[in-house]
């Protein structure tokens, strides 16, 4: 810990924008492609010029709601994946955090591994982000540990 | 840099009109507002000089803006030192405290309570 240097909130924060920018971007052009296909077909089915039955256009609503959940659960998985296997590889961090020259690591220094990195991730993404609550708690402490970062036992450092 | 970016967007975009900011899970979900409801709101109306429409979205601006201030001013010019103050467990709890006592507080729906609700 001693020959660490900690990254610092400004980089964090300007780390976690790219990736949020970056990701937006590109699930949103991969999952628009796929569901929009989909969605689109639907409609050429007649669902929405009339020609379908009542019963028929429930179904299709029923499975384009279904469809939206998908949408939703495979965005959530997919930032998830994207993060674990990011911060467990040699790189230690995500493309922002790359960008930014800063890395996740163990408190005492050493990589993470997929099991660390899967704690963390969950937790950064189903609790410290609810408000942000887990972010700013970051500013409070000499560690800089977000909420994430006690879950993992994890500090956020310069690369360089 | 990044920061003068945020703040420029902020005084563009007003949050309770536009879909590129993000919006609070909790309230859509449970109809409740957490302490960071009307935040981005809040600095929208800050950044337009209306202090009262500012305080009635989110009073914790006034706190959370000049903390960010100073750690990111420190971290910039290379004084973490001087924001070691800050960075105490007494502070932690004491600011999860605060947020979870504004977060009660906001949600009584009575006078003076329900004046803390952000407006849309």
Redesign the interface.
């Known amino acids: 810990m001693e020959n660490l240097q900690l990254a ?4 964090r ?2 780390a976690y ?1 790219i990736d949020g920018i970056l990701l937006s971007i590109v699930l949103g052009i991969i999952l628009s492609v796929f569901f929009g296909g989909i969605f689109a077909s639907m409609a050429g089915s007649g669902a929405l010029d009339g020609t379908m039955t009542e019963e028929e256009t429930a179904a299709t609503a029923v499975a384009a709601t279904g469809g939206l959940m998908l949408f939703y659960f495979i965005s959530v998985v997919a930032v998830i994946a994207y993060e674990v296997l990011m911060i467990s590889s040699a790189r230690q961090g995500t493309i922002g955090k790359i960008a930014m020259k800063i890395k996740v690591v163990k408190e005492d220094g050493s990589q993470l591994s997929v099991t660390d990195a899967i704690i963390r991730t969950i937790v950064k993404s189903l609790i410290s ?5 887990g972010f ?2 970051t ?4 560690k ?1 540990q977000s909420l994430h970062d006690m879950a993992g036992k994890t500090l956020v450092v310069s690369a360089e | 840099m990044v920061a003068f970016a945020i703040t420029a967007f902020y005084f563009v975009v007003n949050p309770s009109k536009s879909h590129f900011t993000p919006a609070c899970i909790l309230h859509k979900t449970t109809g409740l507002y957490c302490f960071g409801c009307g935040g981005q709101r809040a600095f929208h109306s800050l950044l337009h000089g209306r202090f009262s429409e500012a305080l009635q979205n989110n009073i914790l601006i006034y706190l959370i803006l000049p903390i960010i201030t100073i750690i990111l001013t420190a971290e910039i010019i290379n004084q973490k030192k001087a924001i070691e103050f800050i960075q105490k467990p007494v502070f932690m709890w004491g600011f999860i405290f605060l947020l979870l006592v504004f977060m009660i507080l906001r949600n009584l729906p009575f006078y003076p309570f329900n004046l803390m609700i952000p407006n849309n």
């Open positions: 610092g909130f400004g980089k924060l300007v924008l982000g609810i408000c942000f609550i700013l708690i500013l409070f402490n000499k800089e």
